[in-house]
């Protein structure tokens, strides 16, 4: 008799508990989408008047953030390459819309991937590859670009990660996209604007080189 009376309860909880994830979840949505901390969904996100274009994200994380920035952003000119191309290869030097590809330790065995992701646009007339000395090392690099991207449903969930993850809210907190590592801020066509390093940070690149 105990249980067939508590069991009426138990509709009631259950459309409590689901409201509360909905409620959760569609907070979160619209923390990301508002703050847009990869800088995929926004023209304008509120942290660049915050930091001025610092972002710790894009920093660590473009190689999650520039394929999907590269299928958002309007270019005829797509610039490909490392960290010589995304800081030394401004777009507003080329005519027309240009994104700069560049990301960090770019190895030259995931330029196949790149070039899967421009063809996926469609409408990119020219790409410009800047490739340095390290790009064709034996040495290990950074950990490569998602071959998902290749195909329509991974970039749907890479699209869905950015909107709509544990990463995307941990990234919209305005301390942790201060929190940049190297000098330098973030244009929207993909460009850093690098001021001169301190001595100090020079001097670690050359020890970690």
């Not at 926004?42 to 953030?65: I, K, Y």
Request: proline share 9%; aromatic share 8%; charged share 20%.
């Amino acid at each position: 008799m105990t249980s067939s009376k508590a069991s009426p309860a138990w509709p009631g909880f259950v459309r409590c508990v689901a409201l509360a994830g909905a409620a959760a979840l569609a907070a979160g949505l619209a923390v990301t989408l508002l703050v847009d901390p990869f800088w995929v969904f926004r023209d304008a996100p509120p942290w660049l008047a915050w930091t001025g274009g610092v972002n710790r994200h894009l920093d660590l994380e473009m190689r999650r953030a520039k394929p999907l920035q590269l299928l958002s952003r309007p270019a005829d000119t797509v610039l490909v390459g490392s960290s010589t191309v995304y800081r030394g290869l401004d777009p507003a030097d080329v005519a027309g819309g240009t994104y700069n590809l560049g990301l960090s330790s770019l190895m030259a065995d995931e330029l196949p991937l790149v070039a899967r992701l421009i063809v996926a646009r469609g409408d990119v007339r020219s790409v410009v590859i800047g490739l340095d000395y390290f790009s064709f090392s034996a040495m290990a690099g950074p950990p490569p670009l998602d071959p998902a991207l290749a195909g329509r449903s991974g970039r749907a969930a890479a699209w869905l990660s950015a909107a709509l993850s544990l990463r995307a809210l941990a990234g919209s907190s305005p301390a942790s996209i201060r929190a940049a590592l190297e000098p330098g801020s973030w244009r929207r066509d993909g460009f850093k604007t690098t001021p001169d390093y301190p001595p100090a940070v020079t001097r670690r690149l050359l020890r970690d080189q």
